[in-house]
Structures are given as structure tokens and as C-alpha cells.
T-cell receptor
Framework: GQNIDQPTEMTATEGAIVQINCTYQ??????LFWYQQHAGEAPTFLSY??LDGLEEKGRFSSFLSRSKGYSYLLLKELQMKDSASYLC???????????WGAGTKLIIKP | GAGVSQSPRYKVAKRGQDVALRCDPI?????LFWYQQALGQGPEFLTY????????KSGLPSDRFFAERPEGSVSTLKIQRTQQEDSAVYLC?????????????FGPGTRLLVL
């Protein structure tokens, strides 16, 4: 079956660093995506990994290990506006369909 | 506008009523997706269009759900004889396709409440 696992909720402090993990078991793999979704809003694209390793984009970095079926999203210098849900999604063998995790709700405290 | 737009933003329907949800994708985007998102969950795939062709409708939950994109641009998701379990946010997303197909741009969604 297809399965994407990520923690339901995490709490972190403003200015700190947080790592959100995602593990996946899918019938195929054609890339892993991270999206950010603020409450009541649409998901917005953050990052894309298709090869193993770390992709850095400003305060956000995403890591992928295909052999372990594992990814993480690293957020540095947390700001209050980073409070949102972070969704992990895997593109399967169809090459167009994204299999989505339920999202990790990140709460930032002052 | 440059983004994906959806209308209406909110819809309250009585059980048994038919509804139509509209999506205007980003101009030039060949790929269009419809998703259903329940509270606290990730989006669930409903259907996928490449231009005007509906290539995958495997996620549509029942034959009450129907989607079209007749001219390869605007798309409509129609739900007939709505049921309470249809209450959810319906998201539309578009992408350039090809290698960029996974980079999807989402509209604000239509929140459907069936009473």
C-alpha cells in the first residue's frame, strides 16, 4: 500500500531550529515535495527532492534518503509566521499523482 | 491575476442539491488536479487533466462526482445529489506539466458544507 507518515504536531520556540520528519512507503518514487499550508489557506510549494542529499533554500532545507524512505524539512531561525502545517508528498510511479501525508502542525511560541 | 482562482469560496448546500465548483488555472498550465481535503488531513486526489483530457479519475469517490475541462483551461467539478459526507474543502491545482508536474500551484479552495 501507499503510506506517508509524519508527526501530527510539533512545538518550537521563535528563533530556534526545528526538524520535521517524513517516512514513506509507496509503489514507486519520482520525487518528494514539501508544502506549507497556513490555516484556511491553500498549500504552497516549499521544496522538491529527487536525489539523495540536502537541498537548501534560505531558512528552509529538505533532505532525502531514498534507501531509507525518509525525508526531513529543517526550518531555521523560526519566525511566528512559520506557524502552519507542513505537508510531505511523494510523486509515485504515475509521474503525476502526489501521495500526501496528513501534515505536521507546527506551533511556534515566543 | 497570476494565481489559481476558485469559485465560490464557500458553498452551503442542502442534502440532495447539485453543486458546481469552478477552477481557473494559471494561464498556460497544461496539468490540472482536483483534491478533496478534510480538516486536519492532507489533500486526497480526485482527478487529473492534461489539457482537456481527463487522464485519471480514479479518486472520484462515487459516480455523483463529475469533472470536466472542455477547452483545456477552466475546469468544473460537479457533485450531484450532495451528501453530508461530501462536506470538505475542494482544492484545485495546476502545473506546467512534464518534469515540473509535481510543483503544483493551488487555488484557495471551495469550502463545501452540506446540511
Amino acid at each position: 500500500g501507499q503510506n506517508i507518515d509524519q508527526p501530527t504536531e510539533m512545538t518550537a520556540t521563535e528563533g530556534a531550529i526545528v526538524q520535521i520528519n517524513c517516512t514513506y512507503q509507496t509503489s514507486g518514487f519520482n520525487g518528494l515535495f514539501w508544502y506549507q499550508q497556513h490555516a484556511g489557506e491553500a498549500p504552497t510549494f516549499l521544496s522538491y527532492n529527487v536525489l539523495d542529499g540536502l537541498e537548501e533554500k534560505g531558512r528552509f532545507s529538505s533532505f532525502l534518503s531514498r534507501s531509507k524512505g525518509y525525508s526531513y524539512l529543517l526550518l531555521k531561525e523560526l519566525q511566528m509566521k512559520d506557524s502552519a502545517s507542513y505537508l510531505c508528498a511523494v510523486r509515485d510511479r504515475s509521474n503525476y499523482q502526489l501521495i500526501w501525508g496528513a501534515g505536521t502542525k507546527l506551533i511556534i511560541k515566543p | 491575476g497570476a494565481g489559481v482562482s476558485q469559485s465560490p469560496r464557500y458553498k452551503v448546500a442542502k442534502r440532495g442539491q447539485d453543486v458546481a465548483l469552478r477552477c481557473d488555472p494559471i494561464s498556460g498550465h497544461v496539468s490540472l488536479f482536483w483534491y478533496q481535503q478534510a480538516l486536519g488531513q492532507g489533500p486526497e486526489f480526485l482527478t487529473y487533466f492534461q489539457n482537456e483530457a481527463q487522464l485519471d479519475k480514479s479518486g472520484l469517490p462515487s459516480d455523483r462526482f463529475f469533472a470536466e475541462r472542455p477547452e483545456g483551461s477552466v475546469s468544473t467539478l460537479k457533485i450531484q445529489r450532495t451528501q453530508q459526507e461530501d462536506s470538505a474543502v475542494y482544492l484545485c491545482a495546476s502545473s506546467r506539466g512534464g518534469q515540473e508536474i509535481g510543483t503544483q500551484y493551488f487555488g484557495p479552495g471551495t469550502r463545501l458544507l452540506v446540511l
